[in-house]
């Protein structure tokens, strides 16, 4: 028997490569639910040396040549038919482990999200959390940071869900992986081989190996994927620990947060509490307060009604002056003060003029009264009571509808306080007006006329509050508006009708100006609203719509009136008379075409309920209002309706061409604001609606001082509108007047010169008549001025004043008389020859006060140096030279410079008649003559006897002697101002002819020649007779 052949050995397997370990803190894998725990197998399975391998198949034998079949090697290619199998099954499982990887990926990326929205809301959470504290301290920050730690929360529940659902599909991947692991590692056992020959390998271990090694990779990449799923696990978990920490902390913050704010709200409660009542014991001691205040008050009452009843018993004291006034009846004041303390005797009274007393003007305000003094006659004496002054004034009747008289006293100069006024009559002096005051010292006193000043207190706790000068006039306000009573005072100024129409003639474009409001000034004592108040106030309602109501009106009447009077005329007539006038009856009662009080084109009334809904709306309810008037009432003779609201029909032909009616009914409104510092008036964009047809509304959000409402037509703009304010404000605050000059008829140097308001010029005029200043020029033309101006009277042309002051000045008031009572002079008596009278110019200016800083001049001082010079011997004792401080240089104080500028305003030309006593020529001085005949038959005697008998023709015969008429008319008007004789005109003019003459010439001859020639041979026979006796001696 053969030996038996030792086993072929078979080679060894190549081990797998271990599994990477699992990362710390991953958990285990957990068997399926419903199977059996899987056995752990170790990362490296080694085959124990004496197990004996399973002996290979028959197929196996043939592929390894071997003839001989032994049981081992059967044994071994069995277990090559079972892992045929087996890899069959293992790729199986391949499969799905790879779906489950898969699988395990998309919940990784849904993981991913679930860690980004996780992060977020962590984001969103600290961002809530480090928000400000005062939105920390609202009840909605602890609402919002619950809910977000709510959503918070449900994010880290659902991550560890996810984180479970992750670790079971770990699981249900590594599961498979490891029995085949366990497969691989039991079928596949190192086989022995021989030392000497390399073993041969079979195709199913081949193929085998090729299997493995494609396992292997296939375990690498699931590895990777299992690290990477590991490290997203750890991730997650660590993000989740770190979310719920932070959320932790957001609930302990929260609760922290909600502590504080509960704390914080419960000391706001208390603090409430404490201020509520510090609030009631604040209102119950100003209830205290005010209710000893009232009891004061009618104490004080009582007592003043005591008083007042005690001194209508004491005597009135009437103090006169020299008024310059009239309506005084030289009235300076009337007092009445308690006797024991202070008599007549005590105190005087004066009146001062205003250029000396200093009063400051205010706008809107015009003196009535002198300015009075009162001063102790005593210097010793000392006021112990007070004393009730009466003051008269002039405030008109038509002026007390609007304004008021006022007192101030001049406290400081030039500063003048209100006191406490009210009118008064005195039985004594019934026609006179007087107001009331009283005062504790000696001081100034003036009368003042205002605007009357209502004092309002609007309360805090709101309500509607109507003024007591117009009730049309209210405030409503809020709890919310003033944090405590708001005081205010209103004045109403009314705008007159006059200065409405001098406005429409100075500014064309304030024809569109339909109506305007008063002129409102209110002062505040607060400056800031809470809430806005709302302000009712009375606008004139449009003239278009109040006469259109009033033509409907008429048409209505004269409707109802026809049918009325033909009923009555119809119940007088017979049944038979009612048939046959029926048809005119009914023609009368339905009327078409236009009625007789009402042009055929003009456009009919629209009813007043309509107009009174649509007319005070806004401008396109307005326009729609009237558009839908027109559609039932407005429609022509044919039956056609008009085209629109705002319509121009042409109504008559005129001069070529057609007159247009462009009367509208809609307007808007203008709400103006005067601004303080640029001293104009700006249109504000205030919301005015409305409510009446003569009343508006408006919303004021904050303190408006001076304002006005104006209702104009659609066709203005804005720029008009401030231009039509700004002239309307001029022509309130001035006044028209025309200077008047009059002089008395038997002296015209003396003259009176009137600064006369236009409106008052008559009566002024009629009462320099009355006075007998009735001749003068023509008023000058219309100028304005203010209340308040100084005026000055000044000279241009051959006239001065010859009073102490040569330019006179007044202060021009409105309701007192403005005048001047001058005496003129020429300037120069030998001027203006060619006129029969003095001619100049009576000029007024305005003297405005302009105030200038002068430069500022500095004095220098020189600088002083001392010097000290020592002998050389005596060095220790040797002073420095030190010069000597730098002193400042003194500023020498500034003082303004005040100067009165004039400006010309007008003038007047004014003539007077020349004094003929001043113009008259002075006869010249001239020696006498005397005439000596040294044998000339011509003698004195002579001389005057022809002199005697020259008649009419001496001038003639002047002339013929040759004396020139220059010289004869010198003796004429020398004989006129000395008024001489005919016969010492003769005698003069013969020796002022002998004068001329030379002593050789023959005078005889010479004068017989010019008698000769004039027909006097009388005179000449008498001169021959003469010469030949004289020969004859």
């Known amino acids: 028997m053969p030996p038996k052949k030792p086993p072929a050995k078979t080679p060894p397997a190549k081990k797998p490569p271990a599994p990477p370990p699992p990362k710390k803190g991953a958990a285990p894998p957990k068997a399926k639910a419903g199977g059996a725990e899987p056995k752990k197998v170790p990362s490296e399975t080694k085959q124990p040396p004496d197990t004996v391998p399973p002996a290979p198949s028959n197929s196996a034998l043939a592929l390894t040549g071997e003839g001989d079949a032994t049981p081992a090697d059967a044994a071994a290619a069995a277990d090559i038919e079972k892992s045929k199998s087996d890899s069959k099954t293992k790729l199986d499982v391949d499969e799905s482990s790879s779906a489950a990887t898969k699988v395990a990926e998309d919940k990784c990326k849904d993981k991913t999200l679930d860690e980004a929205t996780l992060l977020k809301g962590l984001k969103q959470l600290q961002e809530h959390i480090l928000s400000e504290a005062t939105v920390q301290a609202g009840p909605e920050y602890l609402e919002a940071l619950k809910s977000k730690v709510e959503a918070l929360t449900s994010d880290m529940d659902h991550l560890k869900r996810y984180c479970e659902d992750s670790q079971q599909q770990l699981e249900t991947v590594m599961n498979p992986i490891k029995k085949i692991t366990e497969k691989i590692f039991r079928t596949v056992t190192p086989a022995e081989t021989d030392k000497e020959s390399p073993p041969k390998k079979s195709l199913e271990e081949l193929e085998l190996e090729a299997r493995q090694k494609r396992l292997h990779v296939q375990l690498v990449k699931i590895n990777d994927e299992l690290l990477q799923v590991s490290k997203i696990a750890v991730e997650t978990e660590a993000a989740a620990v770190g979310a719920s920490q932070a959320c932790a902390e957001a609930v302990e913050l929260a609760k922290k947060i909600q502590e504080e704010l509960e704390e914080k709200q419960r000391q706001e409660k208390e603090a409430a509490r404490l201020a509520e009542l510090e609030k009631q014991k604040e209102a119950e001691r100003l209830a205290e307060e005010e209710r000893k205040r009232l009891e004061e008050e009618k104490k004080e009452a009582a007592l003043i009604k005591q008083r007042m009843k005690e001194a209508r018993q004491w005597q009135l004291i009437t103090y006169n002056v020299t008024s310059p006034l009239e309506f005084d009846g030289g009235i300076g004041c009337v007092i009445r003060a308690d006797p024991q303390y202070f008599k007549k005797s005590n105190a005087e009274c004066s009146v001062i003029n205003q250029l000396e007393a200093g009063y400051v003007f205010v706008d809107n305000e015009e003196v009535i009264s002198n300015i009075i003094e009162l001063t ?142 008063s002129i409102f000034n209110i002062e505040w004592a607060s400056r800031t609203f809470g809430t806005p108040i709302e302000l009712t106030l009375p606008v004139p309602p449009n003239p278009i719509v109040v006469k259109k109501a009033a033509m409907a009106r008429a048409a209505k009447e004269a409707k109802t009136k026809p049918a009325a009077a033909e009923q009555q005329e119809d119940e007088q007539k017979p049944a038979e008379a009612k048939e046959e006038v029926a048809p005119k009856k009914e023609v009368k009662a339905a009327p078409k075409g236009p009625r007789p009080d009402v042009k055929k084109d003009d456009k009919k009334p629209v009813d007043a309920a309509k107009k009174k809904e649509g007319k005070e709306g806004k401008e396109g309810k307005a326009g729609k209002e009237a ?182 000045q007044i202060i021009f008031n409105t309701n007192l008389e403005n005048k001047f009572h001058i005496n003129i002079q020429e300037r120069d008596i030998y001027v203006q020859k060619s006129y029969d009278v003095y001619r100049g110019f009576i000029q007024l200016r305005r003297l405005t006060k302009v105030i200038t800083m002068p430069v500022r001049k500095v004095k220098e001082r020189a600088k002083s140096v001392v010097k000290a010079t020592v002998d050389e011997a005596s060095s220790s004792h040797q002073l420095e030279e030190k010069p000597a401080e730098e002193e400042e240089p003194e500023e020498v104080p500034l003082k303004p410079i005040i100067e009165f500028k004039p400006s010309l305003i007008t003038e007047v030309l004014i003539t007077f008649p020349k004094n003929l006593d001043l113009l008259a020529p002075k006869p010249l001085r001239k020696a006498p003559i005397t005439y000596i005949s040294l044998n000339d038959p011509v003698t004195v005697q002579v001389l005057t006897k022809i002199a005697t008998d020259l008649g009419a023709e001496w001038p003639a015969t002047a002339t013929s002697l040759g004396i020139k008429p220059v010289s004869l008319m010198h003796l004429q008007r020398d004989a006129a101002l000395v008024k001489k004789t005919e016969f010492e005109q003769k005698y003069d003019m013969i020796m002022l002819w002998v004068k001329a003459l030379e002593k050789s010439e023959n005078k005889a001859a010479i004068l017989a020649s010019a008698l000769a020639a004039h027909g006097r041979e009388d005179l000449v026979k008498f001169l021959e007779e003469i010469t030949r006796k004289s020969f004859r001696k």
């Open 627 to 808: 558009k839908e008037g027109k559609g039932k009432g407005d429609e022509k003779e044919g039956g056609e309706p008009e085209e629109s609201a705002a319509y121009t029909k042409p109504i008559k032909w005129y001069m070529g061409q057609y007159a247009t009616n462009t009367e509208d009914e809609r307007d808007q409104f203008f709400f103006l604001q005067l601004h303080e510092k640029k001293k104009r008036w700006v249109i504000l964009p205030i919301d005015i609606d409305p409510i009446k047809i003569d009343m508006v509304e408006m919303k004021l959000k904050e303190p408006i001082d001076r304002f006005l409402v104006f209702r104009t037509t659609l066709s203005i703009s804005t720029a008009e509108v401030e231009l039509i304010a700004n002239t309307l404000h001029a022509i309130l605050i001035s006044r028209t007047v025309q200077m008047v000059v009059r002089q008395k008829p038997d002296d015209s140097c003396d003259v009176m010169v009137h600064i006369a308001q236009a409106s008052k010029l008559d009566r002024v005029l009629r009462r320099l008549q009355d006075d007998d200043y009735d001749v003068g020029p023509e008023p000058s033309g219309e100028v304005t001025l203010k209340d308040g101006d100084l005026l000055e009277l000044a000279f241009r042309g051959n006239v001065k004043c010859i009073d102490r002051n040569p330019n006179p």
């Open 376 to 517: 102790p006659t005593s210097p010793t004496y000392i006021l112990k009571c007070n004393l009730c002054i009466y003051i008269p004034h002039n405030l008109s009747r038509q002026q007390t509808g609007s304004r008021e008289p006022l007192i101030k006293m001049e406290t400081a100069p030039g500063r003048w306080n209100e006191v406490k006024t009210k009118d008064a009559t005195l039985d004594k002096f019934r026609e006179a007006k007087f107001a009331q005051c009283d005062v504790k010292v000696f001081c100034r006193l003036i009368v003042v006329s205002r605007f009357k000043k209502d004092h309002m207190k609007l309360k805090q706790r709101g309500g509607r509050f109507v003024s007591k000068v117009d009730p049309r006039v209210s405030f409503t306000t809020t709890p919310e508006t003033f944090g405590r009573k708001e005081k205010i005072s209103v004045q109403i100024q009314p705008i007159d009708s006059l200065s409405m129409a001098e406005l429409k003639q100075k500014v064309p474009a304030a024809k569109a100006i339909l109506t305007t409001s």
